[in-house]
Structures are given as C-alpha cells and as structure tokens.
C-alpha cells in the first residue's frame, strides 16, 4: 500500500513540473508554436471580394425557357486568373509530364522523407538516350522523318477528394472510398481546329496553334473538362512544394476550375443586371469599336480583331481586373449543368456537382460552360448566359481559367 502511494506521489510530481514547465502558464490560450501564414496573392491572378449579386437572367425571358430565374445569392471571396490559361502557361504543365515520364524511365530518383521514393529532379536529362526514344514517335508512325513527341504518352495521375460523399457517410466508411484516382492524357487535342468546321481549311491552327511561339500568349483549347481538374491539381502541387520546401509555410487551399454562380459574378464585376462585363447594353465603345471577340456578324469574324482566338490579355478588363470574361474562349466550370438548376441549388456559394461515370447516360456528363467565344454570335457573351459541354469533349472554342477561394473574410484583414 505505501508503495502504490509512492509511486502516485512521484508520477503526480512529474506531471505537476511539467505542468509548470509549459509556456501557458495555467492560462488558457491556444496551441502556441503554429505554422506561419501569410495569405497568398498567386502571380497571374485577381483578387474578386465577397459579396451579393443577383444570379441569372438580367432582361426579358424571351425565349421563355426559365432556366435563368433571378436569385439572390452570396458568393466568398476568391483569386481568379487575370486571362485564360495560355499556351505557353499550359505547356509548362506538359513539359513537367514529360521531363517526370524521361526521370522514371532513366530511374533518377531518391529516397524522400518519408522513406519512399521520389523522383530526382536534379539530375540532368538526355534526350539523346536510347532509353527516353519511346517518347518519340518510331518507325512508321514517323513523318517526314521529323523527332515528335508521341502525344499518347503524356499521361497524368490525379487524385479527387469527393467531400460531399464523405459528409453523407458521417464516418461511417473508411477515407479511401472517397479518394477517386484518375489518370487521362493531357497533351491537347490539336485535330479540334479541323474536327470543328466541315469543308473549312483550318490544317494551318492544327500543326502550330499549340506549339508555334505565335501563339505562345493565346487561350489553350482542345482541353476537356478532366484535362482542366488535371492541371488544377499539378498547379496546387507545384504551389504547395514551393511553399514547403522554400518559405517554410502551411499548404494553401486548392486551385480549382471556378463554379458556375462564382464565374458569373466574377464576370460582372460588380455591375449589376448589366449584360456584359464592361458593365455596358453595347457591344460598341462610343467610337464603334468591338468591346470583345465574337462573331459580329454573318461571316464576319475578325472586324473585332481577331479572325479566331485572340491574346489572353486582348481587350480592356472589367472592374475586377479579369479580362475576356466575354468572348475569346468559352470556359470550363467545375458545374455539373441541370436546366432547372436555380430552383433547388444554395443560395450561398451554390453549385452542383455529378461525378459522372463513363458508364453515365450521356446527359450526366454535361458540365456548365461560361463566357462565349470567338465563334459565337453576341447573345452567347452575356454575362447570364450558361451552356454546357460533355465533359469528355474538347473544342477549338473551349478553354478555362483557375480559382483560389481566399481564406478569410476579406482582403482587408490582413
């Protein structure tokens, strides 16, 4: 008995003079040694503030489809990119896919952290190897005995977190059911310039829209809706590991592609019920000249400027700094498109989302696009116009721009 006694008094010593050793105190103030944060003002990007809008049809019904019935909805602030995503701001994302394929096949790695395995970026490629030749086009498939990069070979593993899911389950089922691992090719699909128009020589735009330094400053199309989440996901990793490795700071939230009511109201720069971004009714300046690239008339393509797409950075801005929210390229949102939509979705932050299968009936697989392009006729560039797109289908009219929802109330906070 006394020595049970002892052995409680010694264990209450310890735990006493480690109760005053710690830095609180006996106050109770929080877990001190926290990681640094600083919120991020990701380079390309525009800060759009929170707010209310009213979210749909801005005019008359004409066509009385009621599928854009005003509502009032709230929207968190958010980063948006400044343009389309380019060429050359894709191509970056390719050249990462291909150059971390030549690592794995020349076995360059190390051992991480962790005690697995990563790849080593320092050391040097060859391209000149027999051993990356596979990435090439070989043999027969060789034209003009030219060295092209073999498209079918730039392939990416992604991962999704399918959090609604996993809300609905309340814990009940373990976490990798809601972790949704994908792989899809990311190279562009450059046939779309000729795929897109019959009886129309476009021959030109499918061997040198993607690569030529022509175009380097020019919206990327011919990218499906998961070749967009692909680069949103490389994009947060390159972020993150550079926040890690060199700042010493806590992960930032995820880019993503924006929501529809999100895009909307970034669109509108803060104009309400006007029905273009420049917060105009006219498509003309007072000087007559085009606000944005459309199709201003029957065969009539380039008297805005440009006979297809346009430079990213092409036209004035709207008032939050973003620019061809109309026009130029229509845009993938991460919206899953249902006609009657604003009649059951939130009122703060709201959008809908379908993880289609491909093995989904085909109008499961339609995702909300936004903006108009360069081939569309004026009613298609209003701010309040939807439309959608199979998220598997890639166009010569189609490409996206990112989204950073901010952490925190308002800019002005920090």
Known sequence: MKKTLKICFVLALFATIAACGRKENGQLMGIMERPTWKNINP?????????????????????????QRPKTVSINGFWMDETEIT??????????????????????????????????????????DETLADLY????????????LNVSKMEYNYEEYDWVSAAHDRGKSVRNKFIKRRKTNIYPDTLVW????????????????????????????????????AFCFWRTKLWNTYRGTSKGEVNSE????????????????SHANAPYPWGAYYTRNSKGCLLANFKPGRGNYPEDGGMYTVKADAYFPNDYGLRNMAGNVSEWTITAYSENARTFEHDLNPDIRYDAK????????????????WKDVAHFIHNDVRHFEFQDTTKS??????????????????
């Open 194 to 229: 000729i795929r897109d128009f019959a009886y129309s020589y476009n021959e030109p735009f499918t061997r040198n829209y993607f690569w030529h330094p022509a175009f380097d400053d020019y919206p990327v199309v011919g990218v499906n809706w998961h070749m967009a989440n």
């Open 87 to 128: 060429n050359n701001e894709y191509r970056q994302f390719v050249y990462w896919v291909k150059d971390s394929i030549a690592h794995t096949m020349m076995d360059h790695s190390i051992e991480g952290d962790d005690g697995g395995t990563m790849l080593d970026w320092e050391q040097e490629l060859d391209w000149t």
């Open 254 to 269: 995820d880019f993503r592609l924006p929501f529809d009511a999100e895009w909307e109201y970034a669109a509108r720069g």
């Open 43 to 67: 380079y390309g990007m525009v800060y759009v503030p929170s707010g209310s809008f009213t979210l749909g049809q801005s005019d008359q019904d004409i066509r009385r489809t009621y599928t």
């Open 397 to 414: 009219y189609l490409g996206f721009r990112c989204a950073l929802t901010f952490l925190g109330r308002s800019i002005n906070d920090f």
């Open 358 to 373: 491909d093995s989904d009936p085909i109008a499961d697989k339609r995702k909300v696009i936004r903006g108009g392009s």
């Open 137 to 148: 086009y070989q043999g027969d498939d060789k034209f003009a005995g030219k060295k092209e």
